[in-house]
């Protein structure tokens, strides 16, 4: 950029040259300085709002995974057929299992998303209840496996011997 002679670009800016500064140079059409110099305070009050948004949306995907657990689980008791063999087994103690483990560590669960300002009373309750729902699809299957027992026939071996109320005894022999 030549500035002796009578041609001097509008758009050209001389960076080398230390004289000018950058409050001599004006702002381009549309920017607004004041935006550009908020409150500090507003800003992190606007950062606390969105984390505060984010661990509740977390906390509620957190709560709501157990359902694709159930749904998986669902189908693989299905796969595993009726009959008594190490698969259905596996699956089965498996299904009772993971839910008791998770609702053994709810309070782990949720602590990152702890926070004053967010109730985590109902994404916890929905946590609990989809995991009791797979602990009963669990107990559900051991029953149609034929594991639980819930005829009085499975409990023979606890009775107490009948008591004799008739006895018949001696009579004629035949010679």
Do not use: C
């Given at each position: 950029m030549e500035k002796k002679g009578a041609y001097v670009r509008k758009w050209a800016i001389e960076l080398a040259d230390a004289s000018n500064s950058s409050r001599e140079i004006p702002d381009p059409p549309g920017f607004d300085r004041s935006t550009a110099e908020q409150d500090e305070s507003s800003i992190s009050?606007?950062?606390?709002?969105?984390?505060l948004t984010w661990?509740?949306?977390k906390?509620?995907?957190?709560?709501?995974?157990?359902?694709?657990?159930?749904?998986?689980m669902g189908f693989?008791?299905?796969?595993?057929?009726?009959?008594?063999?190490?698969?259905?087994?596996g699956?089965?103690?498996?299904?009772?299992?993971?839910?008791?483990?998770?609702?053994?560590?709810?309070?782990?669960?949720f602590e990152p998303f702890q926070?004053?300002?967010?109730?985590?009373?109902?994404?916890k309750l929905v946590y609990i209840a989809l995991n009791l729902a797979g602990m009963l699809l669990g107990?559900?299957?051991?029953?149609?496996?034929?594991?639980?027992?819930?005829?009085?026939?499975?409990w023979v071996s606890s009775l107490a011997p009948a008591l004799e109320i008739d006895y018949a005894g001696g009579g004629i022999p035949f010679a």
């Open positions: 009050r606007q950062k606390k709002e969105v984390e661990k509740s949306q906390a509620w995907e957190v709560a709501q995974a157990p359902f694709k657990n159930l749904l998986m693989m008791m299905w796969m595993a057929g009726s009959t008594v063999h190490l698969f259905s087994i699956i089965t103690f498996s299904a009772l299992w993971q839910p008791i483990s998770a609702l053994q560590g709810v309070g782990k669960v926070d004053s300002r967010i109730d985590l009373l109902l994404p107990i559900w299957k051991l029953n149609t496996l034929g594991l639980l027992p819930t005829h009085a026939s499975d």
